[in-house]
C-alpha cells in the first residue's frame, strides 16, 4: 500500500441503542461517484436461456495478458505458450500487437515461417489501433499467414472520446469507417494478399460504457465499410473494458446490440470482459445467453488491473454441465506450471478449479461428507465415466488430471472423516465410527501443538503408533495354539454322525511376552478372540469385547485381513481399541485383542506388569506349552527375555 493513501474505517456498533455509521473515506460516495444506468429493455429473453454449446474460444494470453506482465514474455517463452495454446485445443489466438513492438512483429513473423509451428486450422490474431499507418504495420506482420484475424480497436465512450481523443461521435465514425476501407484495400481486396483467409474485428473499445444507440451505429457503419458475408462474418467485440456494473447489464447490453444489428446471419459477437468488479466470468456467460457465439480471454485470468475473463473456469463450468468445451484441461497441472514459469505470476491457491486447494477439505463435515460419497460411489460399483455426484466437490478431480490424494487434509479443524480418509487411502482401512472418533483427537491433539497441517505421512505414523501397527511395546504373541475342548462341549454324537464343531469351544494356548517377560497362558472360550481374551483373564488383564469389526486389505492371492476391536476393562465405562493386519484372519484378530491390551496397560501407571492371579496350569496344559516356540533361546523381542519356567509350572500343577 502506498504510504500516501490513507483509509479511514468506520464500524456500525450497536449498544444500547447507539449507533455508529460505517463507511470508507466518504460519508457519502454517491457525491463522488455515479451508479450505472441500465438500458430499457422490458421484454428481455436472456433470463430464460440456457448455455447449450461452447463459444469460439479466442486466448488472448500472449497480447492482452503479455502487456499487463511486469516482464513481458521474451520470444521463446512466447513460442512456448503459443505451443500449449495450441496443444490445448484453441483455434483462434491473439498473438501480438505489431505496431507496438518490434519484438511483437518479429514473433509473429517467425510463427509464420517457421513450417509446422501453425497448425492450417489455427487462426493467427493480431492487434491494432485504428490508424491507417499502425493498421500497415500490423498487416505486414501477417504476410504469409494461411489464416489471419485482423483486430482494430476504437474507444467509443463519451468518457474516453472527450478525455482521451478529443473526438465528436461524427469524428469518431468517420474514422472507424476510413481505417475499416483502408485495413479491407490491404488485406482481402489486395491480390497479393489473396493466399490469406481474412478475418476482420472491431472493437469498439469501452462499450459497456458507450450510449448503446452509437455503438451500433458505428458498427453498422464498419460493418457496411467491410461487407462480410455469412460465411465470412464480421466479428464485432464488445468488450468490457473496464468492468462497471453488474454482470445482467451486460447481458442487456450484448441483447440489445443482438438484436438490433442487421444482417445479424454475418456478424458474430465477441465478449471481452475485464475483472475490475471481480463478476467477469458471470458477466460473459450471461452474455452468451444474451446472444454472444465468441469469447476473448486468457489462461487464468491475467490481464490489465484485475484481469481478463478466465478461460479455464467458463470452459470447466461448461464441462461440470456436462456440454464439451472443445478445449483440453486433463493435465492441468502441466497447465497451470508453463503459465506461471512464464508470466510469473502463481495461480491463486484458490482459483477455480485450477488453485492447490479447491479440492481440499480441511472441515470435519466437509470431510466426513467427501469420504462417505467415495464410500457410496464404491459401493454402487460405479466407475470413471459414470455419472458424478459427490459432496462439495462438482468436478472429478482426476478429470483435470488432479487426485484424490489431497482432497482431504487435516489440521486442527478436522474431524473424524479427514482422518479416516487419510487411513483408507494410505493403508486400505476402512476404520469403524468409534474408531474414526478415538484417533481423531490423537491427530487434533497433535495438530493443534504443532500448530500446522499434518501430512499423510505424520497421520499414518500417528495410527501406526497408537495402535501397535509395527511393534507393540508391551506384548508379543510368540507362539499359540487354538484346539476344540471338547471337555466343555457337548456330548459326542451317535455313531454314523458328523461333529458340529461349530459347538465345540475352542482352547487357546500360547506364550506371550508382556514386558519383556514370557508368559503361558490357556484360555477357553466360544471363539479365539474369547478364549485369549480368557487367557489374559488368567493374568489379571481383564477386557471385555464389545466391538468387532473386519474387512479384508487388497484384492488378490496376497489378500490381508484387518481386524479393529473394541473393548472396555472391567468395571470401567472407557474403552481402548484395538488395530491387527495379517494374512490370517485369526490372527489378525488376536493382533487387534493384545493391541487393545496393550493400549489398556498404557493408559496404567508405567510400570512392569507383574500378574495379579496365580495361574493354575494342568499337566496336559503344560505339555501342550512346551510344544510351542517360546523356549528357544531368542524371542522376537530380544535374546535376553525371560523365558517361561516349565519346572515351576509342573511343580505347582503336581500340588493341585
Request: glycine fraction near 6%; hydrophobic fraction near 40%.
Amino acid at each position: 500500500m502506498l504510504p500516501c493513501i490513507r483509509f479511514i474505517f468506520f464500524l456500525r456498533v450497536q449498544i444500547a441503542n447507539q449507533s455508529t455509521l460505517f463507511w470508507c473515506r466518504l460519508k457519502d460516495p454517491s457525491k463522488k461517484y455515479k451508479k450505472f444506468q441500465p438500458i430499457d429493455l422490458p421484454n428481455r429473453q436472456w433470463p430464460s436461456k440456457t448455455i447449450d454449446k461452447p463459444p469460439r474460444w479466442l486466448a488472448t494470453d500472449l497480447r492482452d495478458g503479455n502487456q499487463s506482465l511486469v516482464d513481458p514474455m521474451n520470444g521463446e517463452q512466447k513460442l512456448r505458450f503459443f505451443r500449449m495454446l495450441v496443444g490445448i485445443g484453441y483455434k483462434e489466438i491473439e498473438v501480438s500487437f505489431p505496431s507496438a513492438s518490434q519484438t511483437d512483429f518479429d514473433f509473429t513473423q517467425n510463427l509464420i515461417k517457421t513450417p509446422g509451428t501453425v497448425p492450417d486450422d489455427v487462426w493467427l490474431q493480431v492487434l491494432s489501433p485504428c490508424r491507417e499507418e499502425f493498421i500497415r504495420r500490423t498487416v505486414d506482420a501477417l504476410k504469409g499467414a494461411k489464416k489471419a484475424i485482423l483486430h482494430i480497436y476504437l474507444a467509443t465512450s463519451s468518457c474516453f472520446r472527450r478525455i482521451v481523443f478529443n473526438m465528436s461521435k461524427e469524428q469518431s465514425m468517420e474514422m472507424a469507417v476510413r481505417c475499416t476501407k483502408y485495413a479491407r484495400s490491404i488485406t482481402k481486396d489486395d491480390p497479393e494478399m489473396a493466399g490469406t483467409e481474412w478475418r476482420f474485428e472491431f472493437s469498439p473499445e469501452t462499450f459497456s460504457d458507450t450510449d448503446p444507440e452509437f455503438a451500433l451505429q458505428i458498427c453498422e457503419a464498419v460493418k457496411a465499410a467491410w461487407e462480410p458475408s455469412e460465411e465470412a462474418p464480421i466479428i464485432f467485440n464488445l468488450p468490457a473494458t473496464v468492468e462497471m456494473s453488474t454482470p445482467n447489464v451486460y447481458a442487456d447490453l450484448i441483447e440489445y446490440f443482438s438484436t438490433h444489428i442487421s444482417e445479424r446471419e454475418k456478424v458474430c459477437i465477441s465478449l471481452h470482459p475485464h475483472n475490475d468488479r471481480g463478476c467477469a466470468v458471470a458477466a460473459a456467460e450471461l452474455a452468451q445467453m444474451a446472444g454472444a457465439q465468441r469469447v476473448e480471454g486468457t489462461l487464468f485470468g491475467n490481464g490489465e488491473r484485475t484481469g481478463n475473463v478466465d478461460l479455464v473456469t467458463l470452459a470447466l463450468n461448461l464441462y461440470t454441465q456436462g456440454i464439451s468445451p472443445g478445449v483440453d484441461f486433463s493435465d492441468i497441472l502441466s497447465i497451470i506450471r508453463v503459465v506461471e514459469e512464464c508470466n510469473k505470476i502463481p495461480v491463486n491457491e484458490r482459483w477455480p478449479y485450477a488453485g492447490k486447494l479447491v479440492f481440499c477439505a480441511f472441515s470435519g463435515s466437509h470431510q466426513d461428507a467427501i469420504k462417505k460419497g467415495f464410500q457410496a460411489r464404491t459401493a454402487a460399483g460405479l466407475k470413471d465415466g459414470d455419472p458424478w455426484e459427490m459432496p462439495y466437490l462438482p468436478l472429478d478431480p482426476q478429470d483435470i488430471g488432479r487426485d484424490y490424494e489431497a482432497i482431504i487434509r487435516v489440521n486442527s479443524q478436522s474431524g473424524k472423516g479427514g482422518v479416516a480418509w487419510v487411513i483408507l487411502r494410505s493403508l486400505e482401512m476402512d476404520l469403524p465410527r468409534g474408531l474414526q472418533v478415538a484417533f481423531s483427537k490423537i491427530v487434533q491433539k497433535d495438530a493443534d501443538r504443532l500448530n500446522r497441517e499434518l501430512k499423510p505421512n505424520e497421520i499414518v505414523s500417528l495410527f501406526e503408533e497408537a495402535y501397535h501397527l509395527k511393534t507393540n511395546p508391551r506384548f508379543n504373541l510368540i507362539d499359540y495354539n487354538i484346539t476344540a475342548d471338547r471337555s466343555q462341549s457337548p456330548a459326542p454324537p451317535t455313531p454314523g454322525k458328523a461333529v458340529n464343531t461349530q459347538n465345540l469351544k475352542r482352547r487357546f494356548t500360547g506364550i506371550i511376552e508382556i514386558d519383556g517377560i514370557q508368559h503361558g497362558i490357556v484360555g477357553v472360550g466360544t471363539g479365539a478372540i474369547s478364549a485369549l481374551a480368557h487367557a489374559l483373564h488368567s493374568l489379571g488383564i481383564d477386557l471385555d469385547v464389545v466391538n468387532y469389526t473386519e474387512h479384508a486389505i487388497g484384492r488378490t492371492r496376497d489378500v490381508k485381513a484387518a481386524t479393529y476391536i473394541e473393548c472396555t476393562a472391567a468395571g470401567s465405562s472407557q474403552s481402548v481399541w484395538g488395530v491387527g493386519v495379517h494374512r490370517d484372519v485369526v490372527q489378525a484378530s488376536l493382533i487387534a485383542l493384545l493391541s487393545a491390551a496393550s493400549s489398556f496397560l498404557m493408559s496404567r501407571a508405567s510400570t512392569p506388569f507383574r500378574p495379579t492371579r496365580s495361574q493354575n496350569f494342568t499337566q496336559a496344559d503344560i505339555d501342550a506349552l512346551e510344544q510351542l516356540q517360546g523356549s528357544l533361546p531368542n524371542s522376537p523381542n530380544g535374546s535376553e527375555n525371560k523365558k517361561v519356567n516349565f519346572s515351576a509350572l509342573e511343580s505347582a500343577a503336581e500340588k493341585l
